[in-house]
């Protein structure tokens, strides 16, 4: 934390030092999870892990002289216009951020900036408006040392205010002491003294996240609010090299889509393979991009629309499941994996769905011909029986699929294998079936640790009491159908129903 | 996090106001608040000047305006420090009030009045909860510091004995040469929840000895803060406490036009444009709409910090160019300064999303205690299944809008954490109410008119 260069002193080097939330930050910035990295295309600079890391390298770039921006410097009266002109649809917002801002020497509280995510360019606004600003004074920089001499002074307001900028903020709440240490940084200016520091958090997560309860002290909230349809279109629409046509094409899919997310992010990424369908017929030159085209195009897309929605969608990953890092579920959309499975893997997906689905004490009626509770005594469904069934399913449906142990899947494994190998006449399969019928190789077991890897199965955590691991089955219903249809397995006669 | 009854109650309250601001004055006539034969300002230049420093006024660190019990407070502080220093004794205070009700603006006031009335004869230590977070990084700031006061040197690699040594030496050092060492412990509370109280056991035995003269000050806004403290902590504290309570309204009322009117004599700021500045806050001041907006804000918090906030942005909003302050400021502040977090993300929700909010309000219709986005994508089907509209989307879609609701934060993950199954069997609640729910559906431009009455009627099939 302490500045390295002997001159003026960094600004940041007047925080009282041997202090434990420091120590605090420097320890966890090394793991701190840079989550939403895949976020930020749309940024001009990338985020840095740490938001205390990122505020000292601005204010070290601050320090040599650099712009942060890579534009040249702009005149104060120019700044609003050039920046409506940048981040469209966001003249309110930048008229209060500007007049929160206000002159380089003009003290401010510290400013909150929040927004959902993808909201993003307008966070850069921020940035860049303030970075224009400190960019043009960064002469005047304080040293602890003039400070003491500073107070006595008549205050003028000759001393510029150093920004400090802490991006997001709400991955701070993740960290341990993370709560004293958002705290602690909004009263900076507090305790280091100084009065023209210039603290702006930005967070995807809104004040009452961090404020509330703890009885902080409140920084001033401002809300980036998400886009409406036209600006999305206004959007969308800039650095597009054939806006006539993208507009036509913006009119006929946006309101669709963005019924279902106005994350711009999200949106652009989907439309892009919708707007090369779109121009197909241009490229073939089947159509003319004339009003009469337009129309055509309209009608030529619309069958599209849906489907596109419906993929598109789900297949781009949120930073959510990201952070999830790999437990997300594997969903029929990844259907190319069902041909790069032997038959082996297969069959061990299915009897492991199977087990995640039906109760243990089942598996004798299924799957012994011999025995089980063959007797099947049929009650009538009484009032009180059906209500239990249905609670009994909304339980199943809170809980998830269920664990099992080893031992379970590899005995339905064999029974299926069994049983179904030998309808089918494949070559794979017959030395399979000698193999696995009569005894367990290592093959099979090589291929349960394959499948944990691809993450189709789950290897939870070892059971206390038993110590063998339990494992569960991550795929979807959809990919299991799949799967099945493609062995011709009858799924259906082995699932147990409520 | 989760909205109780008196919560929802109070934003239900806060939303009504909300709304008959809003609605009463919508659009500004900003000549209704300045008279036409009050001179116009021409110059941007000394508008930007008279900006600056009401600015600096607001968020310097010297605000000079005190109110009448803080000033009351400040006299107690005083005179126990002048006692203290008198008769060599030791002492401990604590200083409870809310935050931002001016604790540590009166403390450090009166540090400045008692150094300069005893000067050399006290060497103060300021230590926050915040920053120094176990008893070694305390005692080695403490250490620090007693080193920069008597210009010794301080050795980094100093042990926490050697510091705990030094810091006893020093004491009695100290009392010999009858200077008093004022420790000031900002966030005490914190220090409190510390394990063991060490640091305060420390400093509160040295204290009970003849050899060392020294007073402590905690600084809280935890009104409870000495209960915190364990027994044998208790016994050698004074429990003597100074309460900083936030001033009447009426008092704010009286204060607020003093903090924003121009100096008449300064040699930066034109007299005739600093009276004409001063007569039409004056004037602001006396109409009924900002009265009636002061009072919205002061029924909140009565914190000084509050207010300040407030007319910062106040401030902020004035239009250089007009050179005034008009009531179109005064609005736009206290639509800023309190925000409906939970309505404004409803506002920009999507369609599906609102879907998903309103199935998950029917399932707690139906008395369902836990869902997770399985058995809301179930309701939310059944609803589709029964009035077929074109917004029905396949799981995935709907789980990816699902997502998005967690991180609007309008849903929480009901036991905090996620569990490795994958986020849709995690059981979730609800963050808003019925009542928000319902005024978010209204205001949101999307909202479909059928989703309205799926919500409305919860028999509604």
């Known amino acids: 934390m302490r500045a390295a260069d002997g001159g003026g002193g960094n600004p940041i080097c007047c925080f009282p030092s041997g202090n434990g939330s420091s120590r605090v930050t420097e320890g966890n910035a090394l793991h701190s999870p840079n989550s939403k990295a895949g976020e930020t295309s749309r940024r001009t600079r990338s985020r840095a892990a740490s938001p205390l890391k990122a505020a000292i390298h601005q204010s070290h770039s601050q320090h040599e002289g650099q712009h942060l921006s890579e534009e040249a410097w702009i005149a104060p009266d120019m700044l609003y216009s050039h920046l409506v002109d940048r981040f469209p649809a966001r003249n309110s917002e930048i008229n209060q951020l500007l007049g929160l801002l206000g002159e380089p020497c003009d003290l401010l509280f510290p400013l909150f900036v929040y927004g959902g995510a993808s909201t993003g360019f307008l966070i850069d606004a921020c940035t860049f408006a303030v970075s224009d600003k400190a960019g043009s004074i960064n002469k005047g920089l304080v040293s602890p040392q003039k400070k003491k001499g500073y107070r006595g002074e008549e205050r003028d307001g000759s001393l510029p205010v150093v920004y400090l900028i802490f991006d997001n903020v709400e991955l701070l709440l993740d960290w341990s002491g993370g709560f004293r240490l958002i705290s602690a940084l909004v009263r900076l200016s507090e305790f280091s003294g100084l009065e023209n520091l210039g603290l702006i958090f930005i967070s995807s997560l809104g004040p009452d996240a961090f404020f509330s309860g703890t009885g902080l002290l409140e920084a001033i909230p401002i809300y980036m609010r998400d886009y409406a349809d036209d600006d999305l279109h206004q959007i969308l629409l800039k650095e597009k090299p054939n806006r006539a046509l993208y507009s036509a094409f913006l009119s006929a899919v946006l309101k669709p889509f963005s019924r279902v997310t106005r994350r711009v992010t999200e949106l652009s990424e989907a439309l892009e393979p919708l707007f090369q369908k779109y121009t197909e017929p241009i490229r073939r030159g089947t159509v003319k991009p004339d009003d009469q085209g337009k129309r055509k195009l309209f009608s030529f897309i619309q069958p599209h629309v849906t489907s596109a929605l419906h993929q598109t969608c789900s297949l781009s990953f949120s930073a959510n499941s990201l952070l999830l890092n790999g437990q997300k579920k594997i969903s029929a959309d990844h259907l190319e994996l069902d041909f790069q499975l032997s038959l082996c893997s297969k069959y061990l997906l299915i009897s492991a769905f199977i087990c995640s689905r039906n109760p243990a004490t089942l598996d004798a009626t299924f799957f012994d011909s011999s025995g089980g509770s063959s007797k099947k005594r049929r009650r009538r469904s009484s009032q009180t029986a059906v209500e239990k069934k249905e609670l009994e399913r909304q339980e199943k449906l809170l809980k998830g699929p269920g664990t099992f142990p080893l031992e379970r899947l590899l005995a339905i494994f064999c029974c299926i294998s069994a049983d179904f190998a030998d309808e089918l006449d494949e070559i794979e399969l017959t030395s399979m079936d000698q193999r696995s019928g009569v005894e367990m190789s290592s093959d099979v077991l090589m291929q349960v640790s394959t499948l944990v890897n691809a993450n189709l199965l789950y290897r939870g955590s070892s059971d206390l009491l038993e110590g063998a691991p339990r494992y569960r089955c991550n795929a979807s219903d959809d990919l299991i159908q799949a799967v099945s249809r493609s062995v011709n397995f009858p799924l259906s006669r082995y699932l147990y129903r409520m | ?461």
Not at chain 2, 21 to 44: C, L
Not at chain 2, 126 to 155: M, N, P, W
Not at chain 2, 448 to 459: G, R, T, V
């Open chain 2, 1 to 461: 996090m989760e909205g109780s009854s008196p919560t929802r109650r109070r934003r239900k309250a806060v939303a009504e106001e909300e709304n008959q601001i809003a609605s009463s004055t919508d659009i500004p006539k900003e000549t209704d608040i300045v008279p036409s034969k009050r001179p116009r300002n021409n110059d941007p230049a000394l508008a930007r000047r008279a900006i600056s420093l009401l600015r600096s006024r607001l968020c310097g660190h010297s605000q000079p305006l005190l109110l009448p019990e803080a000033q009351e407070n400040e006299r107690k502080i005083f005179e126990l420090l002048s006692e203290t220093i008198r008769n060599a004794s030791n002492n401990s205070i604590l200083l409870l009030g809310p935050r931002g009700c001016g604790k540590s603006l009166v403390l450090n006031k009166v540090m400045v009045e008692i150094q300069h009335e005893y000067p050399e004869r006290l060497s103060v230590i300021r230590l926050s909860g915040l920053l120094h977070t176990d008893d070694y990084s305390a005692l080695r700031e403490i250490a620090k510091q007693l080193c920069v006061e008597h210009q010794l040197v301080f050795s980094k690699a100093a042990s926490f004995d050697d510091n705990s040594q030094f810091l006893t030496t020093m004491l009695r050092e100290c009392a010999l040469s009858h200077k008093s060492v004022v420790f000031i412990l900002d966030d005490f509370d914190l220090f409190a929840q510390m394990s063991k109280q060490k640091l305060l056991y420390n400093l509160l035995n040295i204290m009970q000895s003849r050899e060392a003269q020294a007073l402590v000050i905690g600084v809280s806004c935890r009104l409870d803060a000495d209960q915190l403290l364990e027994k044998r902590v208790r016994s050698r504290f004074s429990h003597r406490k100074i309460l900083f309570n936030p001033p009447s309204a009426d008092d704010l009322q009286k204060l607020l036009p003093q903090l924003l009117s121009l100096p008449v004599d300064s040699s930066t700021i034109d007299t005739n444009y600093a009276e004409a500045f001063n007569a039409s806050i004056q004037d602001m001041f006396k109409s009924k709409d900002v009265k009636n907006i002061l009072l919205s804000i002061t029924k909140v918090d009565l914190s000084p910090r509050h207010m300040l906030n407030f007319l910062f942005l106040v401030v902020c909003a004035m239009d250089w160019k007009y050179g005034f302050l008009s009531l179109s400021n005064f609005k736009q502040a206290c639509v800023a300064l309190r925000r409906q977090t939970k309505l404004e993300s409803m506002r920009d929700a999507s369609v599906l999303e609102l879907y998903l909010l309103v199935s998950m309000k029917r399932l707690e219709g139906k008395e369902r205690e836990t869902y997770n986005f399985i058995t809301v994508f179930k309701e939310y089907k059944s609803l589709h299944d029964s009035h077929s509209t074109c917004d029905l989307y396949p799981q995935e879609v709907c789980q990816r809008a699902f997502e998005n609701l967690l991180d609007r934060q309008l849903i929480m993950i009901a036991d905090g954490r996620r569990s490795s199954i994958g986020i849709e069997f995690c059981p979730v609640k609800l963050l808003v109410s019925s009542y928000e729910i319902e005024e978010g559906l209204k205001s949101s431009p999307v909202c479909p008119a059928i989703l309205l009455q799926w919500f409305a009627h919860e028999e509604f099939k």
